[in-house]
């Protein structure tokens, strides 16, 4: 898979990057390495190799999957300049 200058403007336009023709030039050469080490990367055999989370081997810190509402209401609203019944009470705007 290969990126053109097409693509890389269109990405740049997507992600609102403002992208003169030389650096967009430059940017495909880049995105194009890129892409060819990801490609060289699909071709090793990872058949056996467990996931790891780490590079030293250690127990995953689990909690209880718990539902609970929080009851935290009153102490996020404790800040706010005005408040009614654990709502914020924020001035109307009306243009």
């Known amino acids: 898979m ?5 693509t890389v403007k269109r990405v740049a336009r997507l992600a609102r990057i403002a992208v003169s023709e030389e650096e967009a030039e430059r940017m495909m050469g880049e995105l194009n390495g890129i892409l060819g080490f990801v490609e060289q990367l699909s071709e ?28 935290k209401a009153a102490d996020i609203v404790a800040n706010a300049p005005n408040s009614d019944r654990n709502f914020f009470l ?6």
């Open 90 to 95: 924020v001035p109307k705007v009306v243009e």
């Open 44 to 71: 090793v055999n990872v058949d056996g190799v467990e996931p790891m989370t780490s590079v030293t081997p250690m127990d995953m810190k689990k909690r209880t999957d718990a539902v609970a509402d929080g009851d």
């Open 2 to 6: 290969s990126v053109d200058l097409a």
